[in-house]
């Protein structure tokens, strides 16, 4: 399982439960809204998973048609199972992990999802913890979006940058930034597990960084490829190197440190194994938006790389634009200099790091909290205490 999408989950369970102490949560399965595409990013690769046969839309165009088809029992032969957790509910809550963006199966269903509930079986809803990354390439998702998110009960981006997004694709949408529920972790949330502790015994004594890649793709493969020349260049200034591995993707990893002679680490299996580990990192290097907070969370600066949205970006300004600039992980000779450089900086001042962080992170906490309040408005009076009162999740 992808670490941020577990702490995410996580995070959000605390701010719920907090709000709302009596509220039954009814989540409705990830791969319902996400599908099998991809089984790896689920636990066991998805064995025994079923993904319900029903319709769903592909434009805007087709929202109304498929509703009606759902409500007909024409929506196909499972329909039922969304209907049942839906028409149940006191509160439906949106969770945007897999972010708005291109036009991803997640959020193409998501946003019927909502809107259907809000529209036609007036079930208060909301967004929440998600990103919003609208374009005019591939433009599938502005439509769904100006459709759905008006009817909503609240919207809330957990960045920014996807608060002025939706400014320009959606002019005039009352929305907020609440900051992603993966804030509402603290430092005892780390682990340092036999994993960790074996792989902070083979390091010794020696100054370490956390590299972890993201999605994008990277120039690697040979000693004179792009990521092997910055992993080299970062080791020479003085840090050991430590690849972490946790996607099946990343599994090209091991290659990039035959060649540059880091550390390959794929045996942590747990997001508090990996905040354990950069608590004791002078920096990190990442092109992941969830481990960014992480890190931060534990006091640890961050050399970032931008995604396939603009999340990366929008963490970093979450943590004050501290800093500065994110890198493309497509185009590293350029600044390799410049990256080597920010890394040095980061461990000439790690005690100052570790205090600003924490500082920041402890702030972003109370904010992440605030979504409880906002779900708990939108329940209404009545329900927000009652012990029957049930949420379903997506």
């Known amino acids: 399982m992808n670490f941020g999408s577990v702490a995410l989950v996580e995070g959000l369970l605390r701010i719920l439960t907090t709000a709302v102490p009596d509220a039954t949560i009814l989540p409705i399965p990830s791969h319902w809204v996400v599908g099998l595409q991809d089984p790896a990013c689920y636990v066991d690769n ?11 839309p592909r434009v805007v165009d087709q929202f109304e048609p498929t509703a009606e088809a759902w409500l007909r029992g024409a929506g196909g032969p499972d329909v039922h199972e969304y209907l049942d957790r839906f028409r149940a509910a006191d509160l439906v809550l ?21 809107w259907f509930a809000r529209v036609h079986l007036g079930v208060p809803t909301v967004f929440a913890n998600g990103g919003v990354h609208l374009t005019d390439v ?3 998702l502005p ?4 459709r759905t998110f008006p009817v909503l009960d609240a919207v809330a981006v957990r960045e920014p940058r996807s608060l002025r997004n ?11 930034v609440v900051p992603d529920a993966a804030f509402a972790l603290t430092p005892d949330d780390a682990v340092c597990s036999p994993a960790v502790e074996a792989v902070l015994d083979e390091l010794g004594t020696p100054p370490f960084f956390c590299f972890d890649p993201g999605p994008m793709p990277f120039d690697h493969g040979r000693e004179s490829a792009a990521l092997e020349r910055l992993i080299t260049a970062i080791a020479a200034a003085g840090f050991e190197a430590v690849l972490v591995c946790k996607d099946p993707t990343d599994t090209y990893l091991r290659t990039v440190a035959a060649h540059t002679g880091a550390r390959f680490v794929d045996t942590l299996q747990d997001f508090r194994e990996y ?5 004791r990192a002078e920096f ?3 092109g992941r938006y969830h481990n960014t907070i992480f890190s931060a969370i534990m006091g640890c600066p961050a050399v970032t790389f931008g995604s396939a949205s603009h999340k990366v970006h929008g963490v970093c300004e979450m943590l004050g634009d501290v800093y500065g600039r994110t890198f493309d992980g497509t185009s590293l000779i350029p600044d390799l200099d410049a990256i080597v450089a920010q890394a040095r900086g980061y461990a000439d001042d790690r005690d100052g790091w570790r205090l600003r962080l924490r500082e920041t992170t402890a702030r972003r906490r109370a904010e992440a909290g605030g979504l409880g309040d906002l779900v708990r408005s939108c329940l209404g009076p009545g329900r927000a205490g009652s012990r029957d009162g049930r949420a379903a999740g997506t």
């Open 284 to 286: 990190v290097v990442t």
């Open 166 to 176: 939706l400014q320009t694709f959606a002019p005039g949408l009352t929305a907020r």
């Open 275 to 279: 905040m354990a580990l950069t608590d």
């Open 46 to 56: 998805g064995r025994d998973f079923r993904e319900p046969r029903v319709r769903f």
């Open 94 to 114: 949106w969770n945007g992990e897999g972010s708005i963006y291109r036009a991803n199966v997640s959020a193409v269903r998501g946003a019927f999802l909502s």
């Open 143 to 146: 439509a769904m979006i100006r």
């Open 138 to 140: 591939d433009p599938v």
